[in-house]
C-alpha cells in the first residue's frame, strides 16, 4: 500500500474523480472508513484515528487509519496506525477505542476481535511520541466479564474522576437492556472489572437512550453557559437489525458524578437528555477532552461523528451498494464540533477554525431563493421582530422539477442563526442554541443546490476553500 505520510489529505480531495467526494472533511481517497477513534490533542497536534479499510468500501478486516493537524483545518494523513494481527486477539479486527497517556507514553485501549463473530476484548498498544509508530504485542487488558447477564460488550472509553481513573464498555445484556459496564484502571495493562453501572432501565435513560446495545459510549465534563460544567454521558443506540441504518441515532445524557459512600466508585445520576444530531446520517461519535484550563473546569470538549453512505433516507436519494463499490470509498467524519450545555440541554458549534475553509463571498444579505454552490458555507439569519418576523421554514434542496428532492428542512423563527456547510455528498447544519443535523445526499451531474428562505430572513453565502 502507498505510505501517505505526511501528504495532505485535502489536497487530495480536491482532485478527487468522485464529484460526490467531500473535499474538506479528511479522509483518505479510497476505502471504507467509520469510527472516530483515540481522539487526541499531544504535543500541540490533534490526532484523529478512525475504523479503516484500505483495500474496498466495504466494512470488512478494520484497522485503524490516522489523520493529525495542529489547526483542525490542515490535516496530514499518516499510515495505518493497528491493524489485525494473525493468530492475535485482533485478527479479525481492531475496532473502536480510545488513545491516553500512560506516564507520557501513548496507548492506545481498543476492541479486539479474534473470530468474526465472537466476542471481543480490550487490547492494549502502545505509540511512539508522535502516535505515527505503534507496536501491538496482542496484550488483553479486559476479557468478557464473567456476568451471565452479559451478552454482548465493545468500546472501551477511559475517564478520571477524584484523581483515580476507569473505563467503561458499551454492553448489551440477556434481558434485552443496553448497559454500561465499569472497570478501576490503576494499571492500564489489567483491568478490574466492577460491574454494571447503568441500563436502560432507568428511567432517564430509558427515555431519551432507548437501545439494546449501548454503543460507543462516552463520559466527559462539558462546559455550562453559566458558568462551571456538568457531566455528559453519549452513547450510540444500537439495536438489532441496524446493518448501519441505526434508526435510532444517537443520544445523550446529563448528570452528575459522584462518589460511593461505600465503595468510593463513582456513580452516574442522569437528570436530562436528548439526541446528539438530529439527523439519520450522524453515528459513533467520540469526544476529546481537551486540558482543564485552571485545575477546575474543563476548557473544551470536541466530537467528530460518523456520517455513513447509504441507500437514501427521508426521500433523499442514497446510494446502492454497488455505486459505493464502483466509487471504491465509503464514510466520512464530520467537522469537529464544540459541547456545551445550556439550561441541561447539549449544545454544538463548528469548531472556530472551521472558519478557515470560507472562501470568496458569494451572497449577502440574500433573500428569497439563493443558489447554493457543491462546496459552500451558508449564514442564515431570521429578521428580527420589528423587521418582519423572519419565521417560517429553511430549505435545502436539491436538483428541480420532478427530481428535485429536500434534503434539510428546518423551522426559524426570529433573530435565530443556522450554519449550513454543503461539501459535496455532506450536508451539516448548525442551529444556534441546539445540536446539528447531519445528513448525505448526492447530486446527479447538472443538478444544483438551491436554499430557500422564509420573509424576512437572510443569508450569506460563501465558497469553500482550502487555506494557504
Excluded at 430509558?206 to 462516552?218: D, F, G, M, S, Y
Aim: aromatic content about 8%.
Amino acid at each position: 500500500m502507498t505510505d501517505l505520510a505526511l501528504s495532505s489529505s485535502l489536497a487530495m480531495a480536491a482532485t478527487h474523480p468522485d464529484p460526490a467526494f467531500p473535499r474538506f472533511h479528511p479522509r483518505p481517497a479510497q476505502g471504507w472508513i467509520n469510527d472516530p477513534n483515540g481522539i487526541s490533542y499531544i504535543n500541540g497536534r490533534y490526532h484523529v484515528f478512525f475504523q479503516y479499510n484500505p483495500d474496498s468500501a466495504r466494512h470488512s478486516q478494520i484497522q485503524w487509519g490516522h489523520l493529525s493537524s495542529a489547526d483542525l483545518v490542515r490535516w496530514e494523513e499518516h499510515p495505518v496506525a493497528l491493524s489485525p494481527q494473525a493468530g492475535g486477539p485482533d485478527s479479525a479486527g481492531c475496532w473502536t477505542g480510545v488513545v491516553t497517556s500512560d506516564d507520557g507514553v501513548p496507548t492506545a485501549a481498543y476492541s479486539g476481535i479474534k473470530d468474526h463473530g465472537g466476542h471481543s476484548q480490550v487490547v492494549i498498544a502502545r505509540g511512539s511520541a508522535d502516535l505515527v509508530t505503534w507496536e501491538q504485542d496482542g496484550h488483553v487488558a479486559a476479557s468478557m466479564p464473567e456476568d451471565p447477564l452479559v451478552t454482548a460488550v465493545r468500546d472501551p472509553f477511559i475517564f478520571r474522576f477524584n484523581g483515580a481513573r476507569y473505563a467503561m464498555q458499551g454492553a448489551g445484556l440477556s434481558d434485552g437492556r443496553a448497559a454500561l459496564l465499569l472497570y478501576t484502571v490503576d494499571s492500564l495493562d489489567d483491568w478490574k472489572y466492577q460491574g454494571i453501572w447503568l441500563t436502560t432501565a432507568d428511567p432517564v435513560a430509558a427515555v431519551h437512550t432507548p437501545a439494546e446495545i449501548w454503543e460507543c459510549p462516552q463520559l466527559v465534563e462539558v462546559p455550562l453557559s453559566s458558568g462551571g460544567s456538568t457531566w455528559v454521558m453519549m452513547f450510540s443506540l444500537w439495536l438489532s437489525g441496524d446493518d448501519h441504518e441505526h434508526a435510532n441515532g444517537v443520544g445523550y445524557l446529563t448528570g452528575s458524578l459522584s462518589a460511593d459512600p461505600v465503595t468510593g466508585l463513582p456513580v452516574f445520576a442522569p437528570v436530562s437528555g436528548g439526541k446528539a444530531d438530529l439527523g439519520r446520517d450522524f453515528y459513533a461519535p467520540q469526544i476529546v477532552q481537551l486540558a482543564y484550563s485552571d485545575g477546575s473546569a474543563p476548557a473544551a470538549a470536541l466530537l467528530w461523528g460518523w456520517a455513513n453512505e447509504g441507500p437514501g433516507r427521508d426521500g433523499r436519494r442514497g446510494r446502492t451498494q454497488e455505486e459505493i463499490d464502483d466509487a471504491g470509498w465509503s464514510g466520512v467524519l464530520t467537522h469537529p464540533r464544540v459541547l456545551s450545555v445550556i439550561d441541561g440541554a447539549l449544545v454544538v458549534a463548528p469548531a472556530p477554525g472551521i472558519e478557515a475553509y470560507r472562501g470568496a463571498a458569494v451572497a449577502s444579505g440574500a433573500a428569497g431563493s439563493v443558489a447554493v454552490s457543491a462546496f459552500a458555507e451558508v449564514l442564515v439569519r431570521g429578521g428580527s421582530s420589528g423587521s418582519g418576523s423572519g419565521s417560517g421554514s429553511v430549505e435545502l434542496v436539491l436538483g428541480s422539477g420532478a427530481d428535485a428532492q429536500v434534503v434539510y428542512s428546518a423551522s426559524l423563527a426570529a433573530g435565530e442563526e443556522l450554519r449550513i456547510f454543503v461539501d459535496a455528498s455532506l450536508v451539516e447544519a448548525y442551529r444556534s442554541g441546539s445540536v446539528a443535523t447531519t445528513l448525505r445526499a448526492y447530486p446527479a451531474p447538472g443538478e444544483d443546490w438551491q436554499l430557500t428562505l422564509p420573509d424576512g430572513a437572510t443569508a450569506d453565502v460563501w465558497k469553500l476553500s482550502l487555506p494557504a
